[in-house]
């Protein structure tokens, strides 16, 4: 981003915030489904963000897409008060123009 303050940090785990943009919605079935492997691996060994961000590469893989490279060592913000604030994600109905605004 041009702040370069964006990024996965597990934000939408919360109740409030990130999790009720929306440009978010529908992202609580894959939150919902990798719930077991975050229960079982991301409190000393993954953080969130990085499993969150692993699955997204992983799915775009056995979609047909390309091998994305992933560096593990994301952050989880730590409670809803560190979520951004909403309108920060592109809006996908304005077009690939709109997308690269929003990102580069």
Do not use: M
């Amino acid at each position: 981003s041009k702040s370069k303050s964006g990024g996965p940090r597990a934000a939408q785990r919360f109740d409030a915030g990130e999790s009720t943009h929306g440009a978010n919605a529908g992202l609580e079935i894959a939150r919902n489904l990798l719930q077991p492997l975050v229960t079982k691996y991301c409190d000393d060994i993954i953080s969130i963000a990085d499993l969150w961000a692993l699955a997204g590469n992983t799915a775009i893989k056995v979609s047909g897409g390309p091998d994305i490279p992933f560096r593990f060592g994301r952050s989880d913000i730590k409670d809803a008060s560190e979520c951004v604030e909403d309108g920060r994600l592109p809006d996908a109905k304005q077009g690939i123009g709109h997308v690269r605004n929003i990102f580069i």
